[in-house]
């Protein structure tokens, strides 16, 4: 039987992790794809040889030519510039918004029926406009931000509280940026919820760290930005796909009226299967909590007009599986 053929675009550190945890877990055969001559063949020749030591059986490929999409069941998209020291998100959005435009229309034209993850930044702004240009059903389009920074505030919280960090439930919804929105309401360690376990204060600082998340790592590295976790949050979204676990997760998707609004591409928990993203759930959300959220979403909203790449080259919507 043939395996699930995926494609990551970009082999920076994200997108060379995330090819090697695909084929570690055998998810199927991994085409890694990067513009520089040689990068994408060298770690994937590199990645081939572990095989033998992990056991793993898919077979791991790296190419310059695009034409290597066909036949992607699912796409990963890292390619992009990353941010540097004193680099907001929104200083990446044109350059990048030039990146991811055209890779969406290769996308469109090589693997018309791929499930698509982006990760590029600025994240809710390159998930609209990859839906926009390769006019894929909204099922089929999302981008990774929600898991990332939900596995950041767990992991703040489980240092805090000693635990391990699979003890604490938490879920990260809004923009991957400043106006994200943690849900208090809903975190729970060991089943129990998080108020009142840490004086409000803490709570706070812990928030405020997760939302600095991305800017910590970068800060420490100095040359680089994060990506282990990033990598991380990508698999967990792609098994939740490729084993059609109906999992929910925190993910950037379309909204089309939940949670009252419209038009806008923000991070929202989903039902992840076969299909991608199987429905939208809509979690009870205290006043202020919906208000942040949509603050959060005027906010990408805005960005997304401010994109005149965006409303360039109207597609015909693509017929979905």
Avoid at 39 to 54: H, T, V
Avoid at 189 to 201: A, E, F, S
Avoid at 268 to 284: D, T, W
Avoid at 289 to 311: C, F, N, P, Y
Wanted: proline letters at 5%.
């Amino acid at each position: 039987m043939s395996r699930l053929q995926l494609t990551v675009i970009g082999a920076g550190q994200v997108g060379a992790t995330t090819a090697h945890l695909l084929a570690l877990k055998s998810l199927g055969d991994v085409t890694l794809i990067d513009i520089v001559e040689g990068l994408a063949q060298g770690k994937a020749l590199d990645l081939s040889q572990s095989a033998p030591m992990e056991g793993f059986h898919s077979a791991v490929r790296g190419t310059t030519d695009f034409d290597a999409l066909a036949g992607s069941q699912l796409i990963v998209v890292t390619a992009g510039l990353a941010r540097k020291p004193g680099m907001s998100r929104d200083d990446l959005l044109a350059a990048n918004a030039n990146i991811i435009g055209p890779l969406a229309d290769r996308i469109a034209k090589h693997a018309p029926q791929a499930i698509v993850i982006v990760v590029t930044n600025p994240l809710d702004v390159m998930v609209a406009l990859m839906l926009h240009r390769t006019g894929f059903p909204r099922e089929r389009v999302m981008g990774m931000a929600g898991v990332l920074d939900s596995a950041r505030l767990r992991t703040f919280l489980a240092q805090r509280l000693q635990v391990a960090p699979t003890e604490i439930e938490a879920m990260v919804l809004g923009s991957h940026g400043d106006l994200m929105v943690p849900i208090i309401s809903s975190i729970t360690v060991k089943g129990r919820p998080i108020l009142g376990q840490i004086p409000d204060t803490e709570l706070e600082q812990i928030v405020q760290r997760t939302k600095d998340g991305g800017a910590e790592v970068v800060t420490l590295l100095k040359t680089g930005s994060a990506f282990y976790a990033p990598a991380s949050s990508v698999v967990r979204m792609a098994t939740a796909i490729l084993q059609n676990q109906h999992a929910v997760l925190p993910v950037c998707a379309a909204l089309q009226g939940e949670y009252g609004l419209w038009d806008v591409c923000l991070g929202v928990p989903v039902q992840l299967g076969a299909a991608g993203i199987e429905r939208i759930v809509e979690l009870p959300l205290t006043p202020q909590e919906r208000t942040a959220l949509a603050h959060s979403a005027a906010q990408v909203g805005d960005m997304i007009k401010s994109l005149s790449t965006i409303a360039a080259r109207p597609r015909t919507p693509a017929t979905s599986t």
